[in-house]
C-alpha cells in the first residue's frame, strides 16, 4: 500500500509557494515525480514522489486549492517543505494547467469534482 502525506497548509510570497508538510516522509530518498494526478473520492489533486521502490503520493485537498491556482500565476515551480528539507515540485504548474483543462464540463471525474474544479480555478479557465 503507498503512502499518502497530506498537504495541510501553504504560504505564498510573491511568487514563492510552498506546501507544508506536518508528517516527515518516512522514506529517506524521495524525489520529485514530476506527475500530479486526482483522487474524486477525496476532492483532491496528488503529485508523485519517487522513492525507492516505486512512489509515494502527496495529497491536496480542497483547503490548499488557492495556492494551487496561485501557483498557475507564479514563474516558478511550488515547493514542498518539512523540517528543513525543500524539494521543488518538478512539472507541477504544467501537469496542473493540464488537468484543470481537463476536468472542466467533463463529468467524467465526477460532477461534485469537476464543479470544484471549476469554481476553485474559474480565474485561470477563463484565461482559455
Known amino acids: 500500500m503507498r503512502k499518502t502525506y497530506i498537504v495541510d497548509s501553504g504560504v505564498q510570497n510573491g511568487s514563492d509557494i510552498r506546501f507544508l508538510?506536518?508528517?516527515?516522509?518516512?522514506?529517506?530518498?524521495?524525489?520529485a515525480?514530476?506527475?500530479l494526478i486526482t483522487d474524486t473520492d477525496k476532492n483532491a489533486f496528488v503529485y508523485l514522489m519517487d522513492v525507492a521502490d516505486g512512489y509515494t503520493y502527496v495529497q491536496f485537498p480542497k483547503t490548499?486549492?488557492?495556492l494551487?491556482?496561485?501557483s498557475l500565476e507564479a514563474?516558478?515551480?511550488?515547493?514542498?517543505t518539512w523540517?528543513?528539507?525543500?524539494?521543488?515540485?518538478?512539472?507541477?504548474?504544467?501537469?496542473?494547467s493540464m488537468?484543470?483543462?481537463?476536468?472542466?464540463?467533463?463529468?467524467?471525474?465526477?460532477?461534485?469534482?469537476s464543479t470544484a474544479v471549476e469554481e476553485a480555478f474559474k480565474?485561470?479557465?477563463?484565461?482559455?
Open 68 to 70: 494551487l491556482a496561485a
Open 83 to 96: 523540517g528543513q528539507t525543500e524539494i521543488p515540485l518538478d512539472n507541477f504548474r504544467e501537469e496542473l
Open 21 to 31: 508538510l506536518q508528517e516527515d516522509p518516512n522514506e529517506l530518498e524521495v524525489k
Open 75 to 80: 514563474d516558478k515551480e511550488p515547493v514542498l
Open 33 to 35: 515525480g514530476g506527475q
Open 99 to 113: 488537468l484543470i483543462f481537463n476536468i472542466e464540463g467533463n463529468h467524467n471525474y465526477g460532477e461534485e469534482f
Open 123 to 128: 480565474d485561470q479557465l477563463s484565461l482559455s
Open 64 to 66: 490548499v486549492w488557492p
